[in-house]
């Protein structure tokens, strides 16, 4: 078979017709590749006057009086707090060991609820560690026994009303039975030892043993508080407001006082705090050195933020088109605008400050790519009640006095994250229109033995118990077809609280801490949770108040838990403490007063 000619000139052989030939095709393809990319490469424009214009009407031809910042030099002084107040106790130095959550926030273990012992796990860590501590020691063993005889766990009795917070739970029951005689209460010689008592009092004469005693109980008490930290003398929450209040000082020239007035718990930031003018407290720890350093500006950038050039791509995994605000969203709104049109127009600057620091900003100068040195001023600088004024990341003073707007920046020595463990305790204060009160609902409480349950459990398991100790007579068969009823039955667990006027005012309402009679006997019912049992366990009891703003008609939660976390030496650090939270809305008792029942009909 002859090779057809190779065709070297295609468009000579076209010109001069040298090989006529008959083509048919039904479709015509463009040839996608080509040994040549230069012409591709060269992204050509064939209308570069329409791009122009369009760059023209949209503005971004119009030039600005100013240039880009190429360094800048700032002198920072700061100050680092040194001393501590919670609410409006005593003033005591800040410690640096640990993070201000855990002096903001820590509360003292409850060991006992009224007459009843409650926290026995603790009550038998603090035994065993003692027992332990003992065992280490070869001449002071034998006197194991002599310490669980002294300091006993005692076995609780059924028929008695006095241990039925114990045996009403089988569980509870159980385990206090299964220690009781075999292991001693730690907590009562650690409370011996604290209130001025010797650990070997009541066990030897011995003057050699009795100094090992005092050694090792020593070392019981600072091996306990180590372990949980509690507060020496009262605790920054405030029962009436439902938050933490707490203040810091720190001397930067004068001594600043940074009060946390409504802490609700959890994350604690700068945004908590706000300089307090009232007294001071006493802070006069030296300032450090200011801080110069001269940087390079960066632009801001974040993602899906507009480009500065026209006709660049922007990064489309950020989308700001599908952000659908409503026209009272106003928060929304301002991030969009400075988003979407401000964007190219902030700067950021390094700067490296320790945690734990109030930072102020005495000078700070920019130059820019002509040489120009502009002297830059605090955004958020005048009047404090001005209320045009806006700023981010400062201080506001308390008070409605007219004083110049703080404009420092408050580093508190916090940690990035907490283990919070399981819920202890969990109240929830609700609204219940139908008996004009408050009610509040304890969920979850803690059994005597220290494990949470639910609260409306233990409540019927109580009731159930003393319903055994104390048999109601047997009314007899009914004499009418209706009874009447003084007022319904409510849980145990849902604790009234009346709106009562404030003292020397006819309009301000709070709200009192009330009981209601036990279904059982009529014995007045005692709030089981720390939380609601404020007055109670004091060495005056006293009533207990809450402000009526506080109970908002979504109602209020409040939660008690421990939280652990580790600080930056590598110290770990576990606290109790309590957070308040929004409520799940309103709520009924179905209390009613004054009512008839149906009786069943007698044979």
């Known amino acids: 078979m002859t090779e057809p000619p190779r065709i070297t000139d295609l468009r000579e052989a076209l010109t001069g017709r040298q090989f006529p030939t008959l083509g048919m095709w039904n479709r015509l393809e463009g040839r996608p590749r080509a040994t040549d990319f230069g012409r591709a490469l060269q992204a050509e424009v064939r209308d570069p006057l329409w791009l122009l214009t369009r760059q023209w009407q949209l503005g971004e031809f119009l030039g600005?009086?100013?240039?880009?910042?190429?360094?800048?030099?700032?002198?920072?002084?700061?100050?680092?707090?040194?001393?501590?107040?919670?609410?409006?106790?005593?003033?005591?130095?800040?410690?640096?060991?640990?993070?201000?959550?855990?002096?903001?926030?820590?509360?003292?273990?409850?060991?006992?609820?009224?007459?009843?012992?409650?926290?026995?796990?603790?009550?038998?860590?603090?035994?065993?560690?003692?027992?332990?501590?003992?065992?280490?020691?070869?001449?002071?063993?034998?006197?194991?026994?002599?310490?669980?005889a002294?300091?006993?766990?005692?076995?609780?009795?059924?028929?008695?009303?006095?241990?039925?917070?114990?045996?009403?739970?089988?569980?509870?029951?159980?385990?206090?039975?299964?220690?009781?005689?075999?292991?001693?209460?730690?907590?009562?010689?650690?409370?011996?030892?604290?209130?001025?008592?010797?650990?070997?009092?009541?066990?030897?004469?011995?003057?050699?043993?009795?100094?090992?005693?005092?050694?090792l109980g020593t070392r019981l008490v600072n091996w306990f508080e180590g372990l949980i930290d509690q507060p020496a003398s009262g605790a920054a929450w405030d029962g009436r407001r439902l938050e933490h209040r707490f203040s810091v000082s720190a001397v930067d020239g004068s001594e600043t006082v940074l009060t946390a007035p409504e802490y609700p718990g959890g994350e604690l930031?700068?945004?908590?705090?706000?300089?307090?003018?009232?007294?001071?407290?006493?802070?006069?720890?030296?300032?450090?050195?200011?801080?110069?350093?001269t940087v390079f500006p960066s632009p801001v950038r974040f993602s899906g933020m507009p480009l500065a050039r026209w006709w660049a791509v922007e990064d489309g995994q950020t989308n700001f088109a599908a952000v659908?605000?409503?026209?009272?969203?106003?928060?929304?709104?301002?991030?969009?605008?400075?988003?979407?049109?401000?964007?190219?127009?902030?700067?950021?600057?390094?700067?490296?400050?320790?945690?734990?620091?109030?930072?102020?900003?005495?000078?700070?100068?920019?130059?820019?790519?002509?040489?120009q040195k502009q002297w830059i001023t605090p955004a958020g600088a005048g009047d404090d009640e001005n209320w045009q004024r806006w700023s981010m990341f400062t201080l506001d003073t308390l008070g409605t006095e007219d004083v110049a707007a703080d404009t420092r920046l408050f580093l508190p020595a916090t940690v990035p994250a907490t283990a919070t463990g399981p819920a202890l305790e969990e109240v929830s204060l609700i609204r219940d229109e139908n008996a004009n009160l408050v009610w509040g609902v304890e969920r979850t409480v803690r059994v005597p033995t220290g494990e949470p349950r639910?609260?409306?459990?233990?409540?019927?398991?109580?009731?159930?118990?003393?319903?055994?100790?104390?048999?109601?007579?047997?009314?007899?068969?009914?004499?009418?077809?209706?009874?009447?009823?003084?007022?319904?039955?409510?849980?145990?667990?849902?604790?009234?609280?009346?709106?009562?006027?404030?003292?020397?005012?006819?309009?301000?309402?709070?709200?009192?801490?009330?009981?209601?009679?036990?279904?059982?006997?009529?014995?007045?019912?005692?709030?089981?949770?720390?939380?609601?049992?404020?007055?109670?366990?004091?060495?005056?009891?006293?009533?207990?108040?809450?402000?009526?703003?506080?109970?908002?008609?979504?109602?209020?939660?409040i939660s008690l838990a421990y939280n652990r976390t580790r600080w930056h030496d590598g110290r770990v650090t576990v606290w109790l403490s309590a957070s308040r939270g929004t409520g799940r809305g309103a709520g009924s008792s179905g209390l009613r007063f004054d009512f008839l029942t149906d009786t069943a009909p007698s044979s």
Not at 114 to 122: A, I, K, T
Not at 172 to 180: C, D, E, I, T
Not at 273 to 278: A, H, K, L, Y
Not at 285 to 293: I, S
């Open 64 to 148: 600005e009086d100013a240039g880009s910042p190429v360094t800048a030099t700032y002198s920072v002084a700061t100050a680092v707090p040194s001393r501590f107040r919670a609410q409006d106790g005593t003033v005591v130095d800040l410690p640096t060991d640990r993070p201000l959550e855990t002096l903001a926030e820590r509360r003292a273990i409850p060991f006992t609820a009224g007459p009843d012992r409650v926290s026995y796990d603790l009550r038998l860590v603090l035994g065993r560690h003692w027992l332990k501590l003992l065992a280490a020691r070869a001449q002071l063993r034998h006197f194991r026994q002599d310490y669980v």
């Open 269 to 293: 930031d700068w945004h908590a705090f706000s300089v307090d003018p009232r007294g001071p407290l006493g802070g006069a720890d030296p300032a450090p050195a200011p801080l110069n350093r």
């Open 324 to 371: 659908r605000p409503d026209s009272t969203d106003l928060a929304r709104l301002i991030f969009l605008e400075f988003a979407l049109v401000h964007s190219n127009d902030w700067y950021q600057l390094p700067c490296d400050l320790p945690g734990g620091t109030l930072a102020r900003i005495r000078g700070l100068a920019v130059t820019d790519v002509f040489g």
């Open 454 to 557: 639910r609260g409306v459990e233990v409540a019927n398991e109580v009731v159930a118990h003393r319903r055994r100790l104390f048999p109601a007579p047997d009314p007899g068969d009914p004499t009418a077809a209706v009874a009447y009823q003084v007022m319904s039955a409510v849980p145990e667990n849902w604790i009234p609280f009346l709106p009562v006027h404030v003292p020397d005012d006819t309009r301000k309402v709070q709200l009192q801490r009330a009981t209601l009679p036990s279904a059982v006997d009529g014995r007045l019912i005692r709030p089981r949770t720390a939380l609601l049992r404020e007055g109670l366990d004091s060495p005056v009891p006293h009533s207990y108040f809450v402000n009526e703003e506080e109970v908002t008609q979504t109602g209020t939660t």
């Open 150 to 215: 002294r300091w006993p766990i005692e076995l609780p009795d059924a028929t008695d009303d006095s241990d039925t917070e114990i045996v009403a739970h089988p569980e509870v029951w159980a385990g206090v039975a299964a220690v009781a005689g075999r292991r001693m209460d730690g907590y009562l010689l650690y409370r011996h030892i604290k209130d001025g008592g010797k650990a070997y009092d009541g066990i030897t004469n011995n003057n050699s043993l009795r100094s090992q005693l005092t050694t």
